[in-house]
């Protein structure tokens, strides 16, 4: 069964640095695409970041570009979101996604292309 476990949100002031992670287990963690979404409340869960399987290509909502990049490590079932810059308006909770796949695309974008998820890690930016 496959289980996401994020981590590594927090309380950051604005302009500040989070590095959040997402470890999978009972995946074969190189046959899937990983994605990161965030839900601010009242809002409806929204696109961040996709990385393909091998991590050689991504793509991130314009929103982020710039400012967060992902990446894995497939030898540690891991795939993490740098995000820098932060802004107030990326306070959300946080949650990665997996989605098996045979392609090289990391254009996944919307949530029902994603069958697993973890539980969610908060962050919040004060300004």
């Known amino acids: 069964q496959v289980q996401l476990v994020e981590s590594g949100g927090g309380l950051v002031q604005a302009g500040g640095s989070l590095r959040l992670s997402c470890a999978c287990s009972?995946?074969?963690?190189?046959?899937?695409?990983m994605g990161w979404f965030r839900q601010a409340p009242g809002k409806e869960r929204e696109f961040v970041s996709a990385i393909s399987r091998s991590g050689g290509s991504t793509y991130s909502a314009d929103s982020v570009k710039g400012r967060f990049t992902i990446s894995r490590d497939n030898a540690k079932n891991t795939v993490y979101l740098q995000m820098n810059s932060l802004k107030p308006e990326d306070t959300a909770v946080y949650y990665c996604?997996?989605?098996?796949?045979?392609?090289?695309?990391?254009?996944?974008?919307?949530?029902?292309?994603?069958?697993?998820w973890g539980q969610g890690t908060q962050v919040t930016v004060s300004s």
């Open positions: 996604a997996a989605r098996l796949t045979l392609t090289a695309s990391s254009k996944w974008v919307t949530p029902s292309d994603y069958p697993y």
């Open positions: 009972g995946c074969t963690f190189s046959g899937y695409a």
